[in-house]
């Protein structure tokens, strides 16, 4: 498992996860704003659901029309294109593959911001290598390398590392942004973590602690549906 570091960002995503896409529009700029390292990190939402005993977004039916139009108003509001993908749900794995690979950080944030606007604005085929090549090339990226590396039984198992490090550090969605031990969630979520990193966070003026014992004892009062 990678390090806690309190001077990076841990960016745990799925291709899979619109808001992932919305998140990455703004996240490389924030960082930069206060100075810190941003370090995407592919998972399997899939793990993530399963782990947790969930149902996907996209399977409950009314969730999902919501979803849709509020991720299409939070893309107005930022000025960028969002369209339906080719297809969804998909199976994300060779695009996690390919961003899993050993590569230096800058290369990585390259794949990903390219492969996240090639589902999410281009409805690039997900699970087509030559596909993902020419979206690749589009962005000035050699994908063949790449793409052969994808099958091998070390990238494989760094998804399934990365997935489970996400879980470990209190992850439970996609995109999950991580500083130290402070998580923050969704693309939503970047208010806060930009007042976190300007040291402005509302919650250093409270209890939390406090609260936080509080709520546990009324969990174990609570009455809690079986399972």
Excluded at 3 to 26: E, G, P, V
Excluded at 122 to 147: F, R, S, T, V
Aim: some cysteine; glycine content about 6%.
């Amino acid at each position: 498992m990678a390090a806690a570091d309190n001077t990076r960002i841990d960016f745990y995503f799925d291709y899979i996860s619109h808001n992932a896409y919305l998140a990455w529009h703004a996240l490389p700029q924030l960082a930069a704003r206060h100075g810190y390292a941003l370090r995407p990190v592919p998972v399997l939402f899939a793990g993530f659901l399963k782990a947790y005993g969930q149902l996907g977004p996209a399977e409950i039916p009314p969730k999902l029309d919501w979803m849709n139009r509020n991720n299409l108003r939070k893309a107005a509001l930022l000025g960028i294109p969002f369209n339906a993908p080719a297809r969804h749900p998909f199976n994300p794995l060779l695009l996690l593959r390919l961003t899993a690979a050993d590569m230096d950080e800058p290369q990585r944030c390259a794949l990903t911001g390219a492969l996240l606007h090639g589902i999410w604005a281009d409805a690039l085929e997900p699970e087509d290598p030559a596909a993902i090549a020419h979206c690749l090339a589009a962005h000035g990226i050699e994908a063949a390398a790449l793409i052969a590396r994808a099958a091998e039984p070390a990238v494989k198992a760094s998804v399934r590392a990365n997935t489970d490090e996400a879980i470990a550090r209190g992850a439970f969605g996609v995109p999950t942004m991580l500083v130290g031990t402070e998580v923050f969630w969704g693309y939503d979520d970047l208010p806060f973590l930009e007042r976190f990193l300007a040291g402005d966070d509302p919650l250093a003026e409270r209890d939390v602690a406090g609260f936080t014992a509080a709520w546990t004892a009324c969990r174990t009062r609570g009455s809690h549906r079986p399972r």
